[in-house]
């Protein structure tokens, strides 16, 4: 008997396609040129560009092969500036300092990276970008299964177009960001927990910590968590700290002061980085005031929210909303607000909602109102793509790069707020219909 395939699966995977083309050629054959365009003006635009995020981990982790060096040292900074922008900032520049680009991560980034410094960068990059979006694909399916969320093949064929045309996974695609291979690393912790391999969880928890502004309240929230249960969950705890105890030990064994050398580094990068979008999108002078503020006030909710699920079981819904919270927090209170790139955490929680939305908006007029600007605020980037591909042979030059080339992401600092509202809500929903004490006193992880 023939499979009969819903009509309405069908237009949505076609109108994917078509979405997913159109974004794409917008992000690399228009935006991308004139984002290199400016770069060129403003002297950085002699450099990698494809690549450019990645570059100072190939570098600094050939160095270290090849020569023994410092990652966080002054001449790998220079050589860093070279090879990214084709000179060393050597002249004083408040936008760019001498330190600018110096390589940020964790010293253990560069073993972990090791056998890509043995290829010439060409060829790393290329083969870097393969893996960066196979990652992102597969952590859609690792997410659906940790979440218990069950999508037919062409569904799961839309998600996965849709995510990786958006503007966020071009962004890191493009800079070969490590934050792409981060959500990759929790997803597949989390469908390790669900499947009750908590050591094997841990381990990969761990591995996160290659960004750990990305991961640090997820990773707080699974340490309160497995203290709830001791007995139970401690495999989770085993996992992460001998893992992590592990890639810190050999990181010292090689570079014996790469801990204070990357606290400097980190520190120094606050000072020209964007700020938290809590704060960046404020403004200077509010932002500069308020923002602190109201960075405090979002953790110690976070923080609040931590300890009241922590008996929450793996499976359950109230679990798969404070994972998904804690990482829409993250992405307004921890991450630059440039960081574009890292918003792939707001992944679950989109997901979550995308899945779930119904029994809630049936029932609440103010989630129907948020979930409708929310998705407006996210498709915005696919709908208007096409139309300022057709626009581009229309408008002048001046008017198409000054008011129309950036119109796809003009809402893109909007979306992680409307999704943090929306989980907020589910979790309110949740919380009110089920006892305090019914939901995750379950022994065992399920």
Not at 26 to 42: D, N
Not at 271 to 285: D, I
């Amino acid at each position: 008997m023939p499979v009969t395939i819903p009509r309405r699966q069908v237009v949505i995977l076609l109108l994917s396609v078509v979405c997913a083309a159109g974004m794409a050629y917008y992000h690399l054959w228009l935006f991308m040129p004139r984002a290199m365009e400016v770069r060129s003006a403003q002297g950085f635009g002699n450099g990698y560009s494809f690549g450019a995020d990645f570059y100072p981990v190939w570098l600094t982790s050939r160095e270290a092969l090849l020569y023994h060096r410092d990652p966080y040292s002054p001449e790998m900074t220079r050589q860093i500036q070279i090879g990214l922008f084709g000179r060393a900032l050597d002249t004083p520049n408040p936008a760019a300092p001498q330190d600018y680009r110096a390589f940020a991560y964790p010293a253990f980034v560069d073993l972990l990276f090791l056998p890509l410094a043995l290829l010439p960068f060409s060829l790393a990059r290329a083969g870097l970008g393969v893996i960066l979006a196979w990652a992102t694909a597969v952590s859609i399916v690792l997410w659906l299964r940790a979440f218990r969320l069950r999508v037919g093949a062409f569904v799961l064929a839309s998600l996965v177009l849709l995510t990786l045309s958006s503007y966020v996974v071009l962004e890191g695609l493009f800079a070969e960001q490590a934050g792409l291979l981060v959500g990759l690393l929790l997803a597949a912790s989390l469908a390790a927990l669900i499947d009750g391999r908590l050591f094997l969880s841990g381990s990969l928890l761990a591995l996160t910590l290659i960004k750990p502004q990305i991961t640090a309240l997820v990773v707080v929230y699974f340490l309160l968590w497995s203290a709830a249960q001791w007995r139970v969950r401690r495999p989770l705890v085993s996992g992460f700290l001998i893992v992590a105890v592990l890639l810190g030990v050999s990181s010292l064994l090689v570079w014996p002061h790469w801990i204070p050398e990357w606290l400097r580094v980190v520190f120094g990068y606050r000072q020209y980085s964007t700020p938290p979008l809590v704060s960046y999108l404020l403004g200077n002078q509010m932002g500069s005031r308020l923002g602190p503020f109201l960075i405090a006030v979002f953790l110690v909710g976070a923080m609040a929210l931590a300890w009241r699920t922590r008996e929450a079981a793996a499976a359950s819904t109230k679990f798969a909303l404070t994972i998904s919270l804690l990482l829409a927090v993250t992405t307004v209170t921890l991450l630059p607000g440039h960081a574009v790139y890292d918003h792939i955490v707001l992944l679950p929680g989109v997901l979550l909602i995308a899945l779930s939305w119904r029994s809630v908006a049936a029932s609440s007029h103010l989630f129907r109102v948020l979930l409708g600007a929310t998705a407006l605020a996210l498709f915005w980037q696919w709908i208007l793509a096409p139309v300022v591909i057709a626009m581009r042979v229309i408008v002048s030059p001046d008017l198409f790069i000054s008011t129309v080339l950036t119109l796809p992401i003009r809402t893109a600092g909007s979306i992680p707020f409307g999704v943090l509202a929306l989980l907020g809500l589910m979790m309110w929903r949740v919380r009110k219909q089920l006892p305090a004490a019914a939901d995750g006193r379950e022994s065992g992880t399920n």
